[in-house]
């Protein structure tokens, strides 16, 4: 028996054009550990970084075990200690993180440790994406005068992200109207398999590996780069060092045969895995895609199904590394030795996918793309797919479902346009946003030439965008730009209003800008029901528009076609888009380009573009190169800031934790139903005058005007916690009929703001918790859906089931999940929201133990549940036992 562990025994040497790269191989592994050519290749990467890692304590001989022997249940429930290569962050997300950088600085500096300690130790790339809006629209000075605002609005948090760039290490920023982060990540900074000098001089290969701050960083699995998105909270755990706590993961294979028929696009594709894989049940799950259909399938359309793992609920959607990979790396302009250490290295390790290969799965499904047909989905989730021909009947299935329904006048009100002069009619089902937007799409060339095709059929045959719609193009990246100039089809996208509006997310995050004021007058006046659609991935109540309530996810070609339509209740299969210049009416068919077209457009496509546009991805506009920062390793907190303020998490915190303290009549602050999601929890969108933030801004000499996003503010905990809860589609239950972020304040009954509440709970000492159905905090890895709760006062949340991300974030933050035994819900309960909620023995608490809830009625009558501690590892509770998890590691840091 040999003494040298797995890890030493598993070192190996690669060969490639003249340098030679060690790596842990996974063959050389197998002959003590057993044969993995059938074990998914997403587990494969997950097994080399065990070995990589392996350390006798985060990482044992047992853990690597272990990940072999799930072949032989296609299950394990074991704790492993994961290291991703490196973290990356968009700025919504990245801007608190670095504030919590910066706060920990100040706590470590209290505590008589040394700063410096705090510094992320894995290379870390922040993308400034979330932070343009589509204020001008429709011109072609459009993109300048949003990029102006953006500096302008924005000029606090970039200073604070340039000193953060100088102060840390191993970080960079990629500055404003570069692109959004996950095309960044697929089209420059992903490599499929990372290399890094050792101290010895000698190069060690081993697959790239990430976590996000975003949960579409699963779009960058298309290049069988291994990453999710996970909380900021825990991200930052990451990058300081700490690995991410995970059970071992089943793994649902998803077989794809066939190829797509001629007219449909990437988006029906998704749209239809979407909904198939939401109804298997993925939850927590990998998701890694099979067969031989792969061999058909560009790697931009791997990237739109990849990108969307949220919206199945998977935690990753995993393509392997094949033929297709190495074609998308050489035209997006890596290197030649690095394509070549991929297809060597990927070949060496059992990385590589092959013509037939049929892994072991925990389940499995298929689809042959054949059958995919033209749809969209909406109105306010993605996985509810809706063939095209039946939009109509479930554009007003959804009005009926309106809360006081009966109530509305749903009236038709004329409106005159500001620019022409001329009177409009808008009535029920107005689309009056239409975007191309988002990363799910816009990385995808086929898409985007089909949108720019069909415009220009479009304008040749007359056809014009209708008055009241918002129309949008918000590329991912510069490229996009470029190649839609090469095919010269900018100018009919100009032509019917989808000029360029600005390099980031904007509309798909609800930085959809404000309507014109005659339109949002008309919906407000006749209670119209009105219609967004874009090409993005989430449409979540209250998420595009405040006053937009149905928001559809489609194709850019048909976001294009509904922009012509201008109504929800057109049939486009059936009902004519407008009428040409002879009066004859025109359909969607008669503009819809070819496949040959699309194809001849696609090969304009050149990797000079990404030299071009990569080349200069770090240097930012001279507005950006011209912020001036301090060199100091602590931040210089502006008092005066409404942007960027010291957190208040480490204001307490000791060099010891506390004992865990049991819970003792908390009160119920919000009573919530299924799928609510981080977006209804954490502050989004737009700020309303009369909320708490809003109040709190206007006391602090901030104009209506100058109130920016509650995205944009994420750096003040003060706007933050008062945003929290606050969307105007939450429905709390203890407030029936009601939408918007309110509360019933017990035992008084007063109704209130749930901020003002919480505060109120605050003085009188009680603590609080909250109770929800299933699939709490589904959604964006939103970490404000943890902090702000946090500083609310939420001790407890009580749900019937947990998004992933939502539930990690919560125990970071020192929140309890728990969830409801089998069968039992606040409706079976009779739940009211009067109640007072007891939680005992916590300082006993397990990973997945039993844990006894205690309510006590209004009567006074009680009664004893047993709920099911949503804790899973043995991380997470050292985490919560620490008051969260960077709490834990900055006592790490002082010892």
Not at 332 to 355: H, I, M, S
Not at 562 to 578: C, E, T
Not at 591 to 606: H, K
Not at 792 to 804: D, H, L, M, T, Y
């Amino acid at each position: 028996m040999s003494s040298l562990t797995l890890h030493e025994q598993s070192q190996d040497t690669l060969e490639v054009k003249a340098q030679t790269y060690h790596f842990y191989s996974l063959p050389r592994a197998a002959q003590q550990l057993g044969n993995v050519d059938r074990l998914p290749k997403s587990l494969k990467v997950l097994l080399e970084n065990l070995l990589r890692w392996q350390d006798g304590d985060s990482v044992t001989a047992d853990d690597i075990q272990a990940l072999v022997d799930w072949q032989k249940d296609a299950h394990a429930d074991r704790e492993i200690a994961y290291r991703p290569a490196r973290v990356l962050m968009q700025d919504f997300t990245g801007v608190p993180s670095v504030v919590d950088l910066a706060a920990m600085r100040e706590a470590v500096k209290r505590l008589g440790g040394n700063v410096e300690k705090v510094n992320p130790l894995s290379p870390v790339d922040l993308v400034i994406d979330h932070s343009v809006t589509v204020d001008r629209f429709g011109d072609d000075d459009a993109f300048e005068e949003n990029v102006r605002l953006e500096m302008d609005r924005n000029h606090e948090r970039y200073v604070f992200l340039r000193w953060g760039q100088k102060a840390f290490n191993k970080f960079r920023v990629v500055p404003p109207g570069t692109g959004i982060c996950h095309q960044v990540n697929l089209e420059y900074l992903g490599k499929a398999i990372w290399h890094e000098t050792r101290e010895d001089g000698s190069e060690v290969a081993y697959p790239d590996t990430l976590v996000g701050t975003d949960s579409h960083t699963t779009m960058i699995n298309a290049l069988g780069v291994l990453g999710w998105g996970v909380g900021g909270i825990e991200a930052e755990a990451a990058m300081l060092g700490q690995p991410v706590s995970m059970l071992i993961p089943d793994v649902v294979g998803f077989k794809l045969t066939g190829k797509l028929s001629p007219g449909i696009t990437a988006t029906d594709l998704v749209l239809t895995v979407t909904q198939m894989l939401r109804k298997h049940g993925v939850v927590g799950k990998f998701v890694e895609f099979y067969g031989d259909g792969l061999a058909d399938l560009p790697l931009a359309d791997r990237a739109t199904i990849a990108n969307m793992a949220p919206e199945y609920g998977a935690t990753c959607g995993f393509f392997p590394i094949d033929e297709v990979t190495v074609g998308y790396m050489t035209l997006t302009g890596r290197d030649a030795e690095q394509v070549e250490l991929v297809e060597a290295y990927a070949k060496a390790q059992g990385l590589w996918r092959n013509p037939g290969e049929e892994p072991i799965f925990t389940s499995t499904l298929s689809l042959d793309m054949g059958e995919v047909e033209s749809s969209i989905a909406g109105p306010k989730r993605p996985q509810d797919r809706v063939s095209l021909g039946e939009v109509p009947a479930a554009f007003e299935a959804s009005n009926q479902l309106e809360v006081n329904h009966a109530q509305k006048a749903h009236k038709t009100v004329s409106y005159v346009d500001s620019n022409t002069g001329l009177t409009h009619e808008l009535e029920d089902g107005a689309v009056v946003i239409s975007a191309i937007t988002s990363c799910t799409n816009t990385s995808n060339p086929s898409v985007l030439m089909a949108a720019g095709l069909l415009a220009k059929k479009a304008v040749d045959r007359g056809l014009k965008r209708k008055p009241w719609v918002k129309a949008s193009l918000a590329p991912g990246s510069k490229v996009v730009s470029d190649y839609l100039a090469v095919a010269r089809l900018t100018s009919y996208l100009d032509t019917l209003g989808f000029n360029l509006v600005g390099y980031g997310c904007t509309t798909c995050i609800g930085n959809s800008g404000p309507l014109p004021d005659a339109i949002e007058s008309a919906i407000k006046q006749g209670d119209i029901t009105v219609g967004a659609v874009l090409s993005g991935n989430r449409n979540f109540e209250g998420r595009i528009h405040p006053l937009v309530k149905t928001n559809w996810l489609a194709s850019p070609p048909l976001v294009v076609a509904y922009a012509l339509a201008g109504n929800m209740k057109i049939n486009l299969q059936s009902d004519p888009l407008g009428k040409d210049h002879s009066g004859k009416p025109v359909y969607l068919k008669d503009i819809w380009p070819t496949p040959e077209e699309i194809s001849d457009a696609v090969q304009m496509v050149t990797s000079d573009m990404f030299h071009k546009e990569y080349s200069e991805v770090f240097d930012g506009t001279p507005e950006w190169q011209e912020i001036k920062v301090s060199e100091a390793a602590t931040y210089a907190w502006d008092e005066g800031s409404t942007y960027i303020r010291l957190s208040p998490f480490f204001d307490d915190m000791e060099k010891e934790p506390k004992p865990v303290q049991d819970i003792h009549g908390a009160r119920i602050l919000a009573m919530l139903g299924d799928s609510v999601t981080t977006d209804h929890i954490s502050p989004a969108g737009s700020i309303k005058t009369e909320s708490p933030a809003g109040r709190y801004l206007q006391a602090h000499g901030v104009e209506r005007n100058d109130f920016n996003s509650y995205g944009s503010r994420r750096g003040n905990h003060e706007v933050m916690m008062r945003g929290t809860f606050a969307n105007i589609r939450i429905r709390n239950e203890m407030v029936p009929g009601v939408e918007g972020g309110y509360t019933k304040h017990i035992p008084s009954g007063e109704q209130l703001a749930i901020y003002d509440a919480a505060m109120k709970y605050q003085e009188e000492g009680v603590p609080l918790a909250v109770i929800a159905g299933k699939e709490y905090g589904s959604g964006s890895s939103r970490d404000w859906a943890a902090k702000g709760p946090r500083l609310q006062g939420v001790r407890v949340v009580i749900a019937e089931s947990f998004e992933r991300i939502h539930r990690s974030n919560l125990i970071g933050m020192g929140i309890l999940p728990l969830e409801f035994p089998q069968g039992v819900t606040r409706k079976t309960l009779g739940l009211t929201g009067e109640e007072r909620i007891d939680v005992e023995n916590l300082k006993d608490l397990q990973p997945g133990c039993k844990v006894k809830v205690t309510l006590t009625r209004a009567n006074g009558e009680s009664e004893t549940l047993e709920t099911r501690c949503r804790i899973d590892t043995g991380n997470e509770l050292t985490y919560y036992r620490n008051d969260g998890i960077l709490h834990y590691v900055i006592r790490n840091m002082l010892t």
